[in-house]
């Protein structure tokens, strides 16, 4: 099986990139956070896993391995489907996903669309301690601390749904553990719109 494909970029959607390999036109569904870091053209290289359904054959796409093997354990949870996966990996980076997946983090994984509470639980009592540690890379324990906090509150009272700010924050946090509150408010408002 093709596990890492390149290919010629022919256009950009919301959630795919077209790929043309060897003269065909390839749809690859993609996480935004590698969407993002593709350019609009030209060749690229991803971590693929072909999913196959009664009558479905999909491509999903990842900027990077781990992401990849992240996606392929999600996939072993039941009630866990593609979109769901591809929902985690484009609310939470790859190292922060492990972490939450590794410490059964159910708010963490809630910040992602299509993950409600039961599915969650579900998710974090089936992958809890599976996590293996070279996917967790540098994420060290997921820091609250009253700024954090603070800067939730602050978040939610705009307006922001507390799903989307406790994983904006979650990120923020894990990437400046020492930012202020006003800080984390300023660099989640960027995330966010």
């Known amino acids: 099986m093709v596990r ?18 060897g003269g065909f036109g390839l749809e690859v569904f993609c996480p935004t956070t590698t969407l993002t870091h593709l350019p609009e053209e030209g060749e690229i290289a991803l971590h693929t896993k072909l999913v196959v359904r009664e009558d479905d054959l999909s491509l999903y796409g990842f900027a990077d391995q781990r992401s990849l093997e992240l996606f392929e354990m999600l996939l072993g949870v039941s009630g866990v489907g593609p979109k769901v996966g591809l929902n985690l990996l484009s609310s939470l980076s ?6 939450a997946l590794a410490d059964g983090d159910i708010r963490l994984l809630t910040g992602a669309q299509g993950v409600g509470r039961k ?6 009592l ?18 609250r601390r009253p700024q954090t906090e603070e800067a939730e509150l602050a978040l ?18 894990q990437q400046n553990p020492e930012a202020s509150t006003q800080e984390i408010i300023r660099l989640a408002l960027k995330a966010l719109r």
């Open 4 to 21: 890492y494909l390149k290919g010629t970029a022919l256009r950009k959607t919301e959630n795919s990139v077209i790929l043309l390999v």
């Open 119 to 124: 599915l969650a639980e579900r998710i974090a």
């Open 94 to 99: 790859p190292a922060l996903l492990a972490r």
């Open 126 to 143: 089936e992958l809890r301690g599976k996590v293996p540690p070279h996917l967790m890379g540098e994420a060290g324990p997921i820091l």
């Open 156 to 173: 939610v009272t705009l307006g922001f749904r507390e799903n989307q700010v406790r994983s904006a924050v979650a990120q923020i946090v």
